[in-house]
């Protein structure tokens, strides 16, 4: 939809504003907001689903995920049906598209994968067979949505951070997607020299 965004390698429009913070938008309003509304117009307004599509951002590699309001019964049913190995219970973000949408009753997954301007062939592949699934739940596509199916998503509530207590170098210990259990080391941090490590 950021077209701008896109050709200048930037999630911000020339105005330096979040597209994804300006929903539903206005006619008169910033750029932002008046691209907002042709979108909401033109494009949403005619969906009955939708599956907005994200990356991590810059230098931070997020993996497969859906984000969706799984109060919602249908939501939920097109997030488990997505086959993403994470769902994740999301808030609404005011202005985004998932609320806007979410005020028409469309039933709206967020799928956040990879990094930006990049390339992530998990990412890909994970997106496709999920939109394709998707799109067999609701019958726009004959077939099965179960043939060759991953095991089952976990389900988070919430999500957190986990910063580091000091700068220097990250060693990870775990890959993406690996289970962690509670006070069990994710990596070290180190200065250049590998000095002064500090378990994470």
């Not at 042709?38 to 951002?57: N, P, Q, R, W, Y």
């Not at 109060?71 to 769902?87: K, N, Q, S």
């Not at 006070?183 to 020299?193: L, N, R, V």
Request: aromatic letters at 6%.
């Amino acid at each position: 939809v950021n077209v701008y965004g896109f050709i200048n390698h930037s999630r911000y429009l020339p105005d330096r504003r979040d597209l994804n913070r300006f929903f539903p938008g206005t006619e008169t309003g910033s750029l932002a907001s008046r691209l907002a509304r042709i979108f909401m117009d033109e494009v949403a307004d005619k969906c009955t689903h939708g599956i907005d599509l994200h990356t991590g951002s810059q230098h931070r590699t997020n993996l497969p995920q859906i984000r969706a309001g799984l109060d919602d019964p249908e939501t939920r049913r097109l997030a488990e049906a997505f086959g993403a190995p994470v769902i994740i219970d999301a808030n609404l973000r005011d202005g985004s598209l998932r609320q806007a949408v979410k005020e028409k009753g469309i039933p709206m997954l967020l799928y956040e994968a990879g990094e930006v301007l990049r390339f992530d062939e998990l990412a890909v592949r994970t997106g496709i067979r999920g939109i394709l699934a998707v799109m067999r739940a609701i019958g726009m596509l004959p077939g099965d949505i179960t043939t060759g199916r991953k095991p089952e998503p976990i389900i988070a509530r919430s999500t957190t951070w986990v910063r580091a207590s000091k700068s220097g170098i990250l060693r990870t210990r775990m890959l993406p997607g690996n289970p962690v259990a509670q006070s069990e080391p994710m990596g070290i941090i180190a200065d250049p020299f590998g000095e002064n490590e500090e378990m994470v």
